[in-house]
C-alpha cells in the first residue's frame, strides 16, 4: 500500500464510505398498534374509558374541592371565620 500524504492546510479529505444500501423495512403501523392495544388490552381499556368519561379532570377536581373545604370548615367555627369563607368566596369567583 503507498504511503499516503497529510492533507495541506484548507484542502478538502475525501473520505472512504461504503455505498449506501436499501435498508429492509420494519414493522408497519398495523404492526405497531396492534403489539400496543393487544399487549396490555386492560389498560388500554382503562385509559379509553378515563378519557371519554373525564375521569382524572373529575379526580383533580374531587381533590381540590376536599382541600378547599377542609381549609374552610376548618377556619370556620373560629372568629377567623368569615374572613375566610370571604377569601375563599372571592378566590372561587
Known sequence: MAAQRAPAAGEWV???V???VRLGRGP???AWLGAIVLRNLRGTAAGIVGAWFNVPFTIMMAATGAVIGALVG???G???GPQIVARVDRLLQ
Open 14 to 16: 475525501r473520505a472512504l
Open 18 to 20: 461504503p455505498p449506501a
Open 28 to 30: 408497519g403501523a398495523r
Open 74 to 76: 376548618l377556619f370556620h
Open 78 to 80: 373560629s372568629f377567623l
